[in-house]
């Protein structure tokens, strides 16, 4: 198939997810930002909560191309802020590294969590990599070379977006390899 062709695919399979998701998953994305910011939790706390709506809502998001061992997105720039931080150290029991590596083009280079092809914390990872499906009909897209070819319709939760931007206050550290470092050789 061809880039025209395959963003067409992307199109109508983001379309059918949004018009068949359910009532249950709809009304838990309806007002996420209020109800949070009402709340007197934590932004660590807030920020499990988006998480968990995100993983929901990830049940309804497909078929996608990704499968075991792929990990072309693991090599994406990841921009992470100082409450993603703290979730990965206290979830993941990670700690950031002492000083800051300087900024630069990640995009290509491995996550530092990416061991054996597969995140090694799953249960932590950050909010982009979280909201972030393929819905074109192959991994070829993938690719970080390939990755910005065209644009490719995505299944998104702009309540989802608005209550994160509220918990991270718009601040971020940098990219993930700044914070954590570069990732294992193996």
């Known amino acids: 198939m061809s880039l025209q062709d395959d963003q067409n695919f992307a199109r109508e399979t983001c379309a059918r997810i949004i018009a068949n998701l359910p009532p249950a998953i709809l009304k838990k994305e309806a ?3 209020a109800r949070l910011e009402a709340s007197k939790l934590t932004p660590l706390k807030k920020l499990a909560a988006i998480y968990d709506f995100l993983d929901d809502l990830a049940k309804y998001i ?5 499968r075991k ?3 072309s997105c693991c090599h994406y720039a990841v921009s992470i802020s100082e409450v993603e931080v703290q979730f990965i150290e206290q979830v993941a029991k990670m700690k950031r590294l002492k000083v800051a590596r300087e900024p630069g ?3 290509g280079q491995p996550c530092p969590f990416l061991v054996n092809g597969a995140c090694s914390i799953y249960s932590a990872r950050p909010y982009s990599c979280r909201r972030h499906h393929s819905l074109a009909p192959t991994a070829e897209w993938c690719a970080p070379e390939k990755s910005f ?3 490719f319709a995505r299944a998104q939760s702009s309540e989802a977006q608005l209550a994160f931007d509220l918990v991270r206050e718009m601040r971020t550290l940098g990219d993930i390899r700044q914070v954590f470092g570069s990732a294992p050789l193996r």
Do not use: V, W
């Open 31 to 33: 007002g996420l930002t």
């Open 62 to 66: 497909a078929p996608t191309p990704c």
């Open 69 to 71: 061992g792929c990990s």
């Open 105 to 107: 083009d990640f995009n």
């Open 149 to 151: 070819a065209g644009d």
